[in-house]
């Protein structure tokens, strides 16, 4: 299959092209390299042994999109391209709509231009908002800062597009902290200027790049008190956004049903999860989230056993939820991080 990825020379973008490339599909990047090395394109180029065909595109700007799409025809498109940073979602929010939204439009526009039916949209966890109980369902939807909105807001779109066009085929893959890098270590998160999440700074900590890493939050209901988020290694994404590719047809999709995670990921020091579909649909949209919060047992792992690994663990607390009133908790010693750690 003709498959174009957006933001394809991204950190997951990078790694799917890989993943792509492997199950057989020709793939065409389209990225404007705002957050992207243009050295990403020779290293997937050296890992895959193949030349990696890429268009300097910025998805705003519709004739030169369309321009890309004339010439590749593509059958199939995944949709990296966007701004993830939450935090700065609130200050330069137009900025956000304008590249996630409207650039959204652009990629369908475009896709209906040449008659491409097939759509793989990355969409976030951040649609769940703030969750009222856990682990959290597919639904309620809301959102409480513009990069979440953005998101919503083409989650909407799409199950319009889908309502309107039902032979198109639409698969919204919704997660969060997706983390590590591909084997070969010529791929990787290397986001330009300041990481926005915590794995770069670990990495960078970890490299002596950085002296330390700030540990926000001490009084969560955890082992020691440091946050706990959920992972899931980005290969793992990367093969499931080329799975997604498929999901609707004809012959997988008489038998695909709705399944529950079967494997869950905790915070500790080895990311951990497979991916898995969820909600499956017949009415043109499949909606994914590989990677949910957990109920957490204290002082046990998911499987019961005694959490230790998790102990010694530099954890950092995730976005916003840090001034939150928690209930107490009990004492435990903490062992000491693998990484120089700044208390806060
Ligand atoms: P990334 O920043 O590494 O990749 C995004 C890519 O899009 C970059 O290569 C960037 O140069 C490109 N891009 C940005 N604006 C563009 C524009 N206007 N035109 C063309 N290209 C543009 O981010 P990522 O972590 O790989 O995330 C990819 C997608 O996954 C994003 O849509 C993000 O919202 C979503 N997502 C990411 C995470 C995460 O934690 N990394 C979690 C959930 C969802």
């Keep these: 299959m003709r498959v174009l990825v957006t933001g394809g020379a991204g950190y997951i973008g990078s790694h799917t092209i890989v993943e792509?490339?492997?199950?057989?599909?020709?793939?065409?990047?389209?990225?404007?390299?705002?957050?992207?090395?243009?050295?990403?394109?020779?290293?997937?180029?050296?890992?895959t042994n193949r030349e990696v065909p890429v268009r300097e595109v910025d998805i705003r700007d519709r004739a030169a999109l369309d321009e890309v799409f004339d010439d590749f025809r593509p059958e199939a498109v995944i949709h990296f391209a966007g701004l993830k940073a939450v935090g700065e979602s609130s200050q330069i929010p137009a900025k956000y709509y304008a590249v996630n939204v409207a650039g959204s439009i652009n990629v369908i526009e475009a896709l209906e231009q040449v008659g491409c039916t097939r759509l793989v949209?990355?969409?976030?966890?951040?649609?769940?908002?703030?969750?009222?109980?856990l682990p959290i369902d597919e639904l309620p939807l809301s959102a409480s800062n513009p990069y979440g909105r953005s998101k919503l807001q083409v989650e909407d779109i799409l199950r319009d597009q889908a309502a309107a066009r039902p032979d198109?085929?639409?698969?919204?893959?919704?997660?969060?902290n997706p983390v590590g890098a591909h084997d070969s270590g010529l791929i990787g998160e290397t986001p330009s200027g300041t990481p926005n999440n915590l794995m770069p700074y670990v990495a960078q900590v970890a490299s002596g790049?950085?002296?330390?890493?700030?540990?926000?939050?001490?009084?969560y209901d955890t082992?020691?008190?440091?946050?706990?988020?959920?992972?899931?290694?980005?290969?793992?994404?990367?093969?499931?956004?080329?799975?997604a590719l498929r999901w609707h047809d004809p012959s997988i999709s008489a038998s695909a049903t709705a399944r529950p995670c079967s494997r869950w990921s905790r915070a500790s020091r080895r990311p951990a999860a497979g991916p898995c579909l969820t909600g499956l649909r017949r009415d043109g949209l499949a909606t994914w989230h590989p990677v949910m919060p957990t109920r957490r047992v204290r002082g046990a792992s998911l499987d019961g056993r005694p959490n230790a690994a998790s102990m010694r663990c530099a954890r950092a607390g995730g976005s916003g939820s840090a001034d939150r009133p928690r209930p107490q908790r009990k004492k435990t010693r903490y062992r000491g991080p693998f990484f120089p750690i700044e208390r806060r």
């Design 168 to 176: 198109w085929a639409i698969a919204i893959l919704r997660y969060f």
């Design 20 to 47: 792509a490339l492997r199950a057989g599909h020709d793939v065409l990047v389209v990225d404007n390299f705002s957050n992207a090395s243009r050295d990403v394109i020779a290293r997937l180029g050296r890992l």
């Design 121 to 133: 949209f990355s969409s976030s966890a951040t649609v769940y908002g703030d969750p009222q109980y």
């Design 223 to 243: 082992c020691d008190g440091t946050g706990v988020r959920d992972y899931i290694h980005v290969v793992d994404l990367a093969a499931a956004h080329v799975a």
């Design 209 to 219: 790049e950085r002296e330390y890493l700030s540990v926000f939050g001490h009084d």
